[in-house]
């Protein structure tokens, strides 16, 4: 078992190209692209804008910031596999293989903008990788981070859902080395790297009446269901049991919250 604690995300543990992974991208993004907009529209993205969208997925951010940021700013999506972001085009945005714990910062830097979602939290560098993403700031620039967060987990009212979302964080924990957790002290991160007007929000969208947070666990646990029996962390009943409450149009309940965390590197 210990070998597996070297996999990465894209080792097959998530990500990839089958149309499940593309499926489960799109069902994120519909859950979680109005927060996410709301708040880069509060912090004032605006056109003319340099930023980074750093693990893009299926580049539903990317594509709403080259609309925002317009012909005279520039957008680089990037992510370490780029298989589904082939459908994006406009003038001013970038489509880039880059790993963020390894690969030097990508032309346009520095930049007025980071944005990432659902990315650091998967590396077990991120502490490293967060003091990268600082450094590729202009003085002024504005970083927006954003983790699954998983206290809510604790209080569900159905055992098996909760026990198969436990399990969920702590299979990729296991295997990858997310930490479920890290978010829960934001804006901590940003403010021990002296940024500035640091502030932090969290979303906790139901999940249920089969809608798209419902779709999207229900692939994530479908993905991850092999690993998380090798490591016994919940019973083959148990699983059965929450995809069966996830396809419910009667079952509402609350799974990871999504934290969120932004600051200002000094002008
Ligand atoms: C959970 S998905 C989130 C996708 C997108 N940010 C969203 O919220 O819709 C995580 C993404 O991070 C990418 N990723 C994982 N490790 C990475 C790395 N080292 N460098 C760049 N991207 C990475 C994955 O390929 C995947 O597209």
């Known amino acids: 078992m210990s070998s597996q604690r070297k996999l990465r995300y894209a080792d097959d543990v998530l990500g990839g190209p089958e149309a499940a992974e593309r499926a489960r991208l799109a069902a994120m993004a519909t859950v ?11 912090l004032g993205v605006a056109a003319g804008w340099r930023c980074l969208e750093v693990g893009a997925g299926g580049g539903s951010i990317a594509a709403w910031l080259a609309g925002r940021v317009a012909a005279t700013g520039q957008v680089v999506a990037t992510d370490i596999d780029t298989g589904h972001l082939t459908g994006l085009t406009a003038e001013c945005l970038t489509v880039l293989r880059h790993d963020i714990t390894r690969d030097p910062p990508p032309d346009g830097a ?27 700031l202009r003085p002024g620039g504005t970083i927006v981070i954003e983790s699954i967060a998983n206290f809510p987990l604790d209080s569900s009212p159905h055992p098996p859902f909760g026990q198969a979302m436990h399990a969920i964080g702590q299979v990729l924990a296991k295997t990858i080395g997310t930490d479920s957790t890290w978010a829960r002290r934001f804006p901590g991160p940003l403010a021990d790297r002296n940024l500035v007007g640091v502030g932090t929000t969290a979303h906790l969208p139901a999940t249920g009446g089969a809608n798209a947070s419902a779709l999207c666990w229900t692939l994530t646990l ?37 934290a969120i965390a932004w600051g200002r590197r000094p002008a």
């Open 222 to 258: 479908t993905r991850l269901r092999a690993r998380i029996r090798e490591f016994d962390l919940a019973s083959d009943d148990t699983l059965d049991q929450a995809l069966e409450l996830l396809a419910d149009p009667a079952f509402f309940d609350l799974a990871f919250a999504t």
């Open 32 to 42: 979680c692209d109005p927060t996410t907009i709301r708040v880069l529209d509060e």
């Open 110 to 136: 520095p930049f007025d903008l980071i944005h990432a979602r659902f990315v650091l939290e998967h590396l077990p560098e991120r502490d490293k990788v967060l003091d990268r993403l600082v450094t590729w």
